[in-house]
């Protein structure tokens, strides 16, 4: 038995594992390649995968670093079932559908930049091929064992990450030997709003772990809203804009229920809110749809009466036109638009319009991938290149840890020594050199386990 990293080695996005056993192949997660110079080549197909002779996918969760090589994958001849929870099935749809809108656009752009005689760019899939995937999804539940594949049986747990995410235990049985992998996906922090709290795994003879914050905790979640509550006060004084780039599944909706918190509580009462996402707005009612999934506080929210997902601030911006009157408005006023990294969707044309202004307020809300625009501004870039035009950053720029939907280091070391008994192996993925390292040395002392670091296109024998 034996498995290959597509992706998410060494690195934060691209998670794909191809898993060869005697008797079946499977992929656990295909995801896109985001942010970095390679990723371009990185999303070309891989060979290696041969479509039509896997047996399944087995996806953790709807983010584009995880599903978003799915419709190359159909597009390429795969016709197996892809398993994953209901809740991912429906926001998968979006987020891969807006994919394929934004890389048409993106395409369109840059052949209007394009230098004679450069060949024309291609998006990596289109709407057709989303569609061709989306046929493919079978529904799972969690804590049910399914068989996936033969000799294979799989079991998804809530991961606490986003909606309908999971972790999954992969329970192997060949020539009278049982084998179980444990995939983390990607873990939550405990005490998210709206979502339940990550569920450990029971057992894992081989632990894949993600590392995203492998070498830092996140600020508190009451220092995080408090220093959100000063820029605001600042942007009051200055009647600035607070642009907030926000992935539009997870982040989007714990924003808009800390948003209303503090509505209630007077303290945003007179600060509009725009969500300027399609796609958040859309994710944002499949939420709603999905309360099921809810923590104990958000379903007794709704079942006082309250909406922890709305108040009377709070505007939404469906169209393009509508998203173009609020480069005119005067602020006080929040937006929120896609996408998280600033890598694409409409916040890079509020940045376009805004990045200049020293009355403008950035808030980043998320991990920014190395390459991103996000990133660079983080990083302190005076200077940014937007749509082929150079913009100057005098605006504020802030980072906010404490809405991560990732774990820090503390969650990961406590969620993964709830495996007991300890994984004969421990492999580290999803994480970048730095934060990797760290999370292995406080492994290595804390649990007496010592994590591997497989780089892409690296085959490890189980």
């Not at 809203?225 to 942007?235: P, T």
Request: aromatic share 6%.
């Amino acid at each position: 038995m034996k498995v290959t990293f597509f992706g998410a080695a060494g690195e934060v996005t691209g998670s794909a594992y191809l898993l060869e056993t005697p008797r079946a192949r499977l992929l656990v997660d295909f995801g896109l390649h985001q942010g970095e110079p390679e990723a371009e080549e990185h999303n070309v197909f891989p060979p290696r995968v041969e479509p039509d002779r896997l047996d399944a996918v087995l996806l953790t969760h709807a983010h584009i670093d995880h599903s978003g090589r799915l419709p190359m994958l159909a597009a390429a001849g795969y016709r197996g079932p892809i398993f994953t929870t209901p809740a991912t099935r429906d926001l998968c749809e979006i987020l891969l559908k807006d994919a394929a809108f934004l890389q048409s656009a993106d395409a369109a752009r840059a052949i209007a930049y394009r230098k004679p005689g450069e060949p024309a760019p291609k998006p990596l899939f289109d709407e057709t091929d989303v569609e061709l995937a989306m046929r493919l999804f079978r529904p799972v539940r969690y804590e049910e064992g399914t068989e996936v594949a033969p000799g294979i049986t799989a079991r998804w747990v809530d991961a606490g990450h986003i909606l309908g995410a999971a972790s999954i235990e992969v329970t192997v049985e060949d020539a009278g030997r049982t084998i179980v992998l444990g995939f983390s996906g990607d873990i939550g922090p405990t005490h998210q709003p709206i979502i339940r709290d990550p569920t450990p795994l029971r057992r894992a003879d081989v632990l894949f772990l993600e590392s995203t914050y492998g070498d830092r905790d996140h600020r508190t979640r009451e220092a995080t809203i408090a220093e959100l509550e000063s820029i605001l006060e600042d942007c009051r004084g200055c009647k600035g804009k607070i642009l907030i780039p926000s992935f539009a599944v997870g982040r989007t909706q714990d924003l808009i229920f800390e948003m209303g918190r503090m509505y209630r509580d007077g303290r945003l009462k007179d600060i509009p809110v725009y969500i300027d996402s399609p796609m958040a707005i859309e994710a944002t009612e499949l939420y709603r749809q999905h309360c099921d999934l809810f923590d104990g506080e958000t379903r007794e929210m709704i079942r006082s009466g309250r909406a922890p997902l709305n108040f009377p601030t709070l505007r939404f911006s469906r169209t393009g036109e509508e998203s173009k009157r609020l480069n005119d408005m005067q602020g006080p006023v929040i937006i929120i638009a896609g996408s998280g990294m600033a890598n694409g969707g409409r916040i890079v044309h509020h940045f376009k319009h805004n990045l200049d202004k020293p009355t403008t307020r950035v808030i980043f809300v998320g991990y920014q991938s190395q390459g991103t625009l996000g990133r660079r501004l983080v990083d302190g870039a005076s200077m940014v290149r937007i749509h082929g035009q150079e913009v100057a950053v005098k605006a504020t720029i802030h980072t906010l840890g404490g809405f991560s939907a990732h774990a820090g280091q503390s969650e990961l070391v406590a969620w993964a020594m709830k495996v007991q008994p300890k994984p004969k192996r421990l492999i580290l993925t999803h994480g970048e050199p730095k934060a990797r390292d760290a999370l292995r040395a406080v492994l290595r002392e804390r649990w007496g386990v010592d994590g591997e670091r497989p780089v892409l296109g690296e085959t490890y024998e189980l």
